[in-house]
């Protein structure tokens, strides 16, 4: 683990951890997963919008949904939304 960063230590920690609770508490394991599952799509999702900036965009069904969880985004969002 020498070669990890910081960060992707911390992941591996705790996908170690989550491994080990799964079979303790396996709701609680799987809604960690989502979240942090969400938080990874919003950071790609704002990369997208943050891309275009003066051109039309197509957002995928999960993405509209992902809006939900960052209100700053709909806020700031100056661009036309297409449902694909």
Known sequence: MAGLDSEK????QT???E????NISPEEVR??????????DLLVLRGKLEKCHDSD?????REIRLLK???V???????????S
């Open 19 to 22: 491994q080990v609770l799964s």
């Open 57 to 61: 965009i197509v957002l995928s069904n």
């Open 9 to 12: 230590k911390q992941l591996f």
């Open 69 to 71: 969880y960052e209100p």
């Open 31 to 40: 809604a960690q997963k989502r979240l942090r599952k969400n938080e990874q």
């Open 15 to 17: 996908l170690c951890t």
């Open 73 to 83: 985004l709909i806020q700031s969002l100056q661009v036309c939304i297409y449902f």
